[in-house]
């Protein structure tokens, strides 16, 4: 079993910057494939950043030149710092890891960015 935790998230300005914190823990044996995903109110979860398990990193065009995905891999945590924040960024953030052939979610964490 794996347990996400994230952190972070909050109410901000545009133009502002958020990092949001992704924590795993339990049946970890390697370095695993993680990533966040966002859902805003009416539409459906989307993909944001993942960073394999190599570090290789793969963003939505969306947020390419102001998101950056990054990974602490002794601490099984993946962080996103969300520069340049638009209105379009809201929406509940959650992070998931491939472990033990399974995919595990956190609770996710809300983000609001205020025009």
């Known amino acids: 079993q794996v347990q996400l935790v994230e952190s972070g998230g909050g109410l901000v300005q545009a133009g502002g910057s958020l990092r949001l914190s992704c924590a795993a823990s339990g049946t970890i044996f390697s370095i695993n494939p993680m990533g966040w995903y966002r859902q805003a109110p009416g539409k459906e979860r989307e993909r944001v950043a993942t960073?394999?398990?190599?570090?290789?990193?793969n963003l939505a065009d969306s947020v390419k030149g102001r998101f950056t995905i990054s990974r602490d891999s002794m601490k099984n945590t993946v962080y996103l710092q969300m520069n340049g924040l638009k209105p379009e960024d809201t929406g509940v953030y959650y992070c998931n890891i491939l472990a033990t052939g399974r995919l595990y979610w956190g609770q996710g964490t809300q983000v609001t960015v205020s025009s």
């Open positions: 960073i394999s398990s190599s570090g290789s990193t």
